[in-house]
């Protein structure tokens, strides 16, 4: 029984911060690389970010390169998404996935193995 809940959507004003969790039950982050999705109405999924299985390699796409920061901490099973600098492009729910022994840098979503119900995220202008 796995189940992914995302917690720490809200609206944020631009150039604010805000941050994401992904709290993991029926699996262990340990075994499971961590991913980042978001979809804006009307756009495709988009892979956000991503950290490998063993924690120690970490993607992003090129859109929030050194604005968001992703991690995890085994000790409570919780992948973290850290956002600043945002911008109202950023607007979107954002989902967690886990994919067993990924390497964190995996854009297809269908090659994850669960996912979570997704948080809204909106930046207002």
């Known amino acids: 029984q796995v189940q992914l809940v995302e917690s720490g959507g809200g609206l944020v004003q631009a150039g604010g911060s805000l941050g994401l969790s992904c709290a993991a039950s029926?699996?262990?982050?340990?075994?499971?690389?961590m991913g980042w999705f978001r979809q804006a109405p009307g756009k495709e999924r988009e892979f956000v970010a991503g950290i490998e299985w063993s924690g120690i390699n970490t993607y992003y796409a090129d859109a929030v390169k050194g604005r968001f920061s992703i991690s995890r901490d085994v000790a409570v099973n919780t992948g973290y998404l850290q956002m600043n600098s945002l911008k109202p492009e950023d607007t979107a729910v954002y989902s967690c996935a886990a994919q067993r022994y990924g390497s964190g840098s995996e854009r297809l979503g269908s090659t994850y193995n669960y996912w979570g119900q997704g948080t809204q995220v909106t930046v207002s202008s």
């Open positions: 029926g699996l262990t982050v340990s075994s499971y690389a």
